[in-house]
C-alpha cells in the first residue's frame, strides 16, 4: 500500500515511472517504427529550422537528443514529439538579431542562454500552475500569429533560394520589396536547387504512393517511406552539388563542416545584461512554444482517451530546454507535424522518442561529414514547404461568416506580424482581442419580455406575439452585470422609465446573469433608489443561487424594498398585476361609494 | 412643422434652446436661490482649488465664469454646477509639476492650455460618441482612486496648514516623512489659523441649525446661511490677519494681490512639445472629470425623471474647457457637492448657473481687493474639510464582504497612488480590474445536473438530491463561451468523460451562455470530434436563439452529428435514455434468441 503510494507519486512528477514499469511487448514495435519515422523527418527539419534561426546546422541535431529524453521522462503526453520548430526557430533569430549579434559562437551562446531562459521560465509557470495563462490567446489571434508567422518564415527564405543576401527587416514588404530589386543578383544554380527541391517535396507523398501501389510492402516501411521526402531531397542536392562541385564551380551555398561527435556540456551566459535582454524573447519562446505544444498533445492524447496534465507540461518541456541550453542546443518545443507523424505511425508511449532521440545521436556520431556538401537551398526548401502548411486562409473567411470581432483580431494580428513582426503582433492580438470581449460584454443583450399566449413563458416582445401589462416593464438581462456594462443597463432601464409614464414596476429578469461584481451591486442598488424616488418599484426575478448568495452578503435586498424577489417571471407578473388589480378595484369601490 | 423639427434638432446641439424657450414663470425663484447659494461656496472654494493645483487664486475664479454659461447652453443635465473640482485641480497640479515649470506665468499658461486640450479631447469623444469608454473603470478603482487622491490632497496641503514648504514626492509617505522630521520649523500662527478654520467649517452647520432653531426665517436664506462656512472663514481670517498684521509680523503666506476685473482674453500654447507632454495629463483629466460629472449628474436627473445623454455631456463639458481655456482659467468638470447643493437648493434649470456666474463676475470686477489679505491656511482648511469627505473607509470594508476581487481591486488602486502617484494608480486599477474579470469568465461555474424527483427540472448534482442516467453526463456551463474559458471547458469535460468509462453521450447545457467566440466555437467542433472518436455523442440543450443563429453561420451542426440539438434538458435525457433502453433490450433479446 505504502509502496503503491510512493509509486503513484513518483508517477506524478515522473510519468516515465507509470509506462516503464508497465510497459507491455506489443507496444515496443509501434514505438520502435514511429520513433525512427519521426528520426527521418527529424534530421533534415533540425538542420533546416537551426539555419532558420540563424545557426549552424548541428545546433538542431544537438537540440534533438537530450531534450527529447528530458521530455520522455517528465512528459504527460504519450506521443508528443519534442525537438526544434519553425516559429520558436524564427523567435530565436529575432532575439539574436534584435540583440545585434554578429559572430556564429555568440549567436549559439544566445541560442542556448535562450533555452535556459525558456526552460527556467516553463518550469516557473509549472510550479505555480500559470499554465491557464495561455488561454488569454484567442484561436483568431493565434491563426493570425501562425499565417503571420509562416510568411515572415517563408520571406526569410528567399535568400537562401535566390542566392544573394538580402538585410534582415521586421517589415516584410522591406525585404520582398528589396528581394525584387535585386533579382538581377539572383545565383540561378541555387534557384534551380531549390525549386527542384520544393518540387520534390511537394510531390514525393504521391510518388511513394503511386510507386508502392501495386506492391505488398510492411505498412511501417509504407509509413518510413512516405516521410522520407526531405531525406532524400537532401541525399540527392548533396549528391548534385558534390558530383558538380557547384559549391566552388557555381557558387552554390553549402552547409559546411559539422563538428562530428556528442555536443559539449556548455553552460549558458550568465551575464545580466543578456538575460534582461532576452527576457522578452524568452517569455514568447515560452507563449507561443507551450502554447503549440499544449495544442497538440490535448488533440493527440484526446483521441486515446488520455489525459494532459497542463502544468505538468510545462515542467516537462522546461526540462527538455534546460537540456538543450546544456547541450548546445536551441529552444525546443512540442511540434505539430512530427508529433502526428509519431502518432500515426503507432508510437504508443515516450520510447518512441528515445528511439528517435538515439537515431539522431547516431547520426551526430557518425553521419555528420556526409553534410558537408548539402546545399543549403535544400534546407530552405524544407523550411518552405513545412510552414506553407501553417497559413490557414480558410481560418479568416470561417471567422468572417461566424464573428467579426474574431475575424478582426485575425486579420490585426497577422497585418502587425508582416509589419512590425511576430512580438508586436501577438501583442496587438492579445490586446484587441481582450478589448473586443470586454466591449461586446459591455453591451449585452437586454430585451423587454411578455407573455406567450396563455402560457408561464416569457419572450423578447420583438421577437414574439407576447402579452405585456402596461403598469409593469419586465426586462431579460442577457450576461453578467459588471462594471463594464452596468452604466448600459442604467441607462436602459432609465430611458425606458422615463419614457413610459405608466410604468409603475420594473421586473429584472436575472436568469442569465451568472455574476454580479461590486460596480454593477451599487449601481443596481442606487438604480432602485432612483427609480423608488420617481414612484418606480424594482423587482429581481430568477435569480440563481450564486448570486442570491452574494446578494445576502450587501445591502442590495434593503435598497430593492418595497421591490421584491420573485423565483419565476410568472410569478413576478401574476402578483404585481393582482396587487394592481386589486388597488384599482378599491379605488373603483371608492368612487362608487362617494357617487 | 418644418418649424417644430428644427427647433427640435438645434435644441438637440443646443439643450438651453428647449429650457429658455419654455421657461415658467415660477421656476425664477428656484433657479436665483440656488445659483446664489452655489456661488457663495464657489467664491472661496474656487480660489482654494486654484492653489490646489499650483495656481494663483484668480485662476479659479475665471475658470467660473465662461464655462458655467457654455454648460449652461451646451449641458444636458438642468442642476449639474460646473467649475473647478478638488481631484482635477491635483491632476493639473501634477501635470504642471511633471513638467518642471517654476515661474507662475508659464503654470498658468500651461493650465489654460491643459483646459484647451481636455476640452477639444472632450468634443472629439463626444463626437465620436466614445463617452461609453469611462464605464471601463470599475466603481472599486474609482472609491481607490478618490481615497487616494484626497489623502494626496490633503497631504499637499500639510505645507499651508504648517507654514513651512515641503519637497513635492510622488511618494506620500515621503511627504509625511519629510513633515515629521521638520516639524520644528512649523509656523504656530498659521498653524493656529488653519487649525481654527477647520474647526469652524466642521462646526458651522450645526452652529447655523442651532442658531436659527426658533427663528422663522425663509428656507432659501436658511440653506444660503448653511453653505457660507467658508466664506465665513475666509472673512474671519481676512480680518484677523488684516487686524493683527500677521503677514508682517507673523509672516503668515497671504493671497495677496488679484488683478482686479475681467480677465484678459489669453490664448493656449500652441507649442507640439508642451501638447505633447500635456497629453497625458489631458487624458487623464478628461476620464476623471467626465466620470465624476456624469455620474453626479445622472444620479440628480434620475430623481426627476430627467435624462442625460453623456455624449452630449462629453460636448458641454468641452465647450466648457474650451472657455475655461479662453480666459484665463484652468480644467473645470461638474462637481459633486456644489451639485447637489444646487439641486437641494432649488435650482430648476441651468439658469441657475448663469446665476452662479453672474455673482462670480461681480465677485471678479468688484471685490478682488478684500482678498488681498487671505491667509493662505484658511484656503487649505476649506480643501481639507472638502476632501476629507471623499475618503471612503466603508467601501472596502463593504467589497470585501461582498467580493473579494473588488476590494483587491479597490486596496491596489489606493495604495499605487499614494506611493507611485494618481496615474499609475488609475492605470493600475484599471488593468487588475480588467484582468480579474478575465480570471472570473476564464474558471466558469460548471455543473453536472440530474433530474429533481419526477420534475422535468434538472439541478446541480453537488447541491440538490437528483437522479442521474450512467451514460449520460449533463453539464451546465454558467458563462458565455469565449477564448479564455475554453480551454477550461474542454479540460473539464475530457477528464469528466476520462474518469467515467460508462458514458456514451454528453448533453451540454447552454442556458446561461450568451454568446460563443471563434475560439469556443473551435475547441467546441475538436472536442465534439475528439469525444466522437472516442465513443461519446455530444448534444447541445436549452441554446438561446442568438447563439444557434451563430451556430447556424457555422459547420458545428456538422461536428454535431450524430449528436442533436434539444429545446430543454428534459427533451435530451428523455430521447437519449429512451434510445439506450431500445439497445439494451435488444441485445437482451439477442441473447435469448441466441440461447
Known sequence: MAKAT???????????????????????????????????????????????????????????????????LLGSSKTLAVGPVAIVSLLVANAIAEAGVADVVTAMMMALTLAAMSGILLIALGIARLGFLVNFISHPVISGFTSGAAVVIGASQLKAVLGFSIPRSANIFETLSYAASHLSAT??????????????????????????????????????????GPLVAVLIGTLVVTGFSLNTRAAVEIVGAIPRGLPAIALPMFDLEVWRALLGPALLVVFVGFMESVAVAKTLASKRRQKIDPNQELIALGAANLGAGATGGYPVTGGFSRSVVNFTAGANTQLAAMITAGWILMTVILLTPLFYFLPRAVLAAVILVAVSTLIDVRALTKAWRYNKADAVALSVTFGIVLILGVEAGILTGMAISIALY????????IAVV???????HFRNIERHRVRTVPTILAIRVDESLYFANTRFLEDYLLAAVADADEVEHVVLIMSAVNFVDMSALESLETLMDELRDAGVTVHLAEVKGPVMDQFERSDLLEHLAPGRVFLSTHDAIEALSLAEARVESTATTGEIGSS
Open 450 to 456: 411578455g407573455r406567450v399566449a396563455d402560457t408561464e
Open 6 to 72: 510512493r509509486g503513484y507519486r513518483i508517477g506524478r512528477w515522473l510519468p516515465a515511472v507509470g509506462w516503464l514499469r508497465s510497459y507491455q511487448k506489443e507496444h515496443l514495435g509501434g514505438d520502435v517504427i514511429a520513433g525512427t519515422v519521426v528520426a527521418i523527418m527529424l534530421v533534415p527539419q533540425a538542420m533546416a529550422y537551426a539555419m532558420l534561426a540563424g545557426l549552424p546546422a548541428q545546433v538542431g541535431l544537438y537540440a534533438s537528443i537530450l531534450p527529447l529524453v528530458l521530455y520522455a
Open 187 to 228: 545565383n540561378f544554380v541555387t534557384l534551380a536547387i531549390g525549386l527542384s527541391a520544393v518540387a520534390l517535396l511537394l510531390c514525393w507523398p504521391r510518388l511513394i504512393d503511386v510507386a508502392l501501389k501495386n506492391t505488398r510492402l510492411a505498412s511501417s516501411l509504407r509509413a518510413a517511406l512516405g516521410r522520407a
Open 438 to 445: 470586454l466591449l461586446r460584454t459591455s453591451r449585452p443583450h
